[in-house]
């Protein structure tokens, strides 16, 4: 799945690690730190324009901090 080249994450939140733009089962996708797992909500898409649309909402949402981290036995 290619991603838009223009986007530019910020460091992770909680631990500073990098962020990558990650898709599921080619409906949803979100941002998720490589070191940490933290990440951001799933947006949902269901076409091209969709898909453009909620990468550029879980780059935002990453890049404003807003992420889920869940601890250990959580």
């Known amino acids: ?3 838009n ?3 530019i994450l910020e460091d992770c939140p ?3 690690g990098s ?3 990650v898709h599921e089962g080619g409906w ?3 941002v998720e730190c490589t070191d940490c797992s933290a990440h951001t909500v799933y947006v949902e898409y ?3 324009d969709e898909k453009m649309k909620a ?3 879980v780059v935002t949402l990453w890049n404003l901090g807003k992420v889920i981290k869940s601890e250990a036995g959580e």
């Open 19 to 21: 962020g990558m733009v």
């Open 28 to 30: 949803n996708v979100q």
């Open 5 to 7: 080249p223009n986007y």
């Open 46 to 48: 269901a076409n091209n």
């Open 55 to 57: 990468e550029e909402q």
């Open 14 to 16: 909680i631990c500073r």
């Open 1 to 3: 799945m290619e991603i």
